[in-house]
């Protein structure tokens, strides 16, 4: 097939591409001010000449994906992927990962993203999840904060609805975005306040949710990159996306922490997950549980995940020697660190009962301090 582009005949591309890689693409291609076809074309014409071995990609969850070739670049590039012995999505997802390795865009930073995750209720994850974001927006950030809990806690704390069941959703996007029919970023509601300028959004929980792992259990493509194949196509609208996880080790958490892993190219610290705890013994056994499940994923899919930090939650030394001797110890893990001890105070409570954000109900407040100091640790 042949497109009547400027500068001779193409032929028309079809293969698959993760969805992530598709996107990163997209960006750094309007970053850079040049059309997807040329990148793609300078990205083959860069791997047939590659002298090195080339890492490989991880191509889970890939979709389809067309573009134009110059003519004859087709052929002799999927002669090249028979010669070195990789399949032709692997080939493809290779040279378009070497373009945006060597056409870094001055300034341009891939979105972060921080899944505050663990598996024992109570803990703090929501109050820990939307003052991170807040802190976060405050200092100038695009921030999305998704609710991926299905109780809908964050939501509701923020004076939304959760999406009902059978309605367009995160799960929908997950589970079967083909049937989609609107834009998830469409789903995004800006959470007002003077202090965020329209920078915060929260994409907000869904009825469905409950019902995510069956789905996923079913699911035919791979399960552990469905909320990666979903939130994908937000990245580019947004620094900083921060997941409220569900008190979970089932499929959905490992979707949301294999979400969370460090990516090819990107820096130590940039993204990972960020874990809420208390100073007493069962939240020191739950930790161990979200660590054996953390393992077990880095092993199965070959990937690097980060613990960023620990957030001591709802803190009072007047609780005696449990509460200190249990932040003594949270102290001296050393690795995740410490980045914050939130004092249990009524300003959180009062924001929740009030359905707004902590940091506009409270802004001097000692928590919400200590959420913006989360914010810098992990800049």
Known sequence: MSSPNPGGEREKLVSKLPAQLRQALKVR?????????????????????????????????AESF??????????????????????????????IALWIEEHPAEGAHPTRRFVVCNQKGGVGKTAVSAGLAQALAENGNRVL???????????????????????????????????????????????????????????????????????????????????????APLEE??????????PSLGLAMDAGIYYGRRRDSERQGSSGLVIPVEAEDTSAQAYGMLIN???????????????????VNKYDSRRGFIATSSLAKWKALGTPPVLAVIPDLKEQ?????????????????EQAHSMRQIARGLA
């Open 293 to 311: 499940q953390v393992a077990s994923l880095i092993k199965d899919y070959d990937i690097e995940v980060e613990q960023l930090c620990l957030v």
């Open 29 to 61: 291609a309007a970053q850079l001010s040049t059309d997807v076809q040329d990148a793609v074309a300078d990205g083959i014409r860069a791997w047939q000449t590659a002298t090195k071995p080339l890492p490989s990609v991880d191509t889970s969850g």
């Open 237 to 246: 609208h947004f620094d900083v996306i921060v997941i409220d996880s569900p």
């Open 66 to 95: 067309g573009t134009w070739l110059p003519e004859g670049l087709y052929d002799s590039f999927k002669a090249d992927c028979g010669t070195r012995g990789v399949s032709y999505i692997q080939g493809l997802a290779q040279a």
């Open 145 to 231: 904060l998704v609710d991926y809990d299905p109780q809908g806690h964050l939501s509701h704390q923020l004076g939304l609805k959760a999406i009902p069941a059978g309605q367009e959703s995160l799960v929908t996007h997950m589970l079967n975005r083909e049937q989609a029919q609107q834009d998830l970023l469409d789903l995004a509601v800006t959470i007002e306040g003077e202090r965020f300028g329209d920078r915060l959004r929260i994409l907000p929980a869904a009825f469905d949710a409950f019902l995510l792992d069956s789905g996923l259990t079913v699911f035919r493509g791979p399960r552990h990159a469905a909320l990666e194949r979903a939130l």
């Open 349 to 365: 409570r009062e924001a929740v009962r009030l359905q707004r954000p902590l940091l506009s109900y409270a802004a001097d407040c």
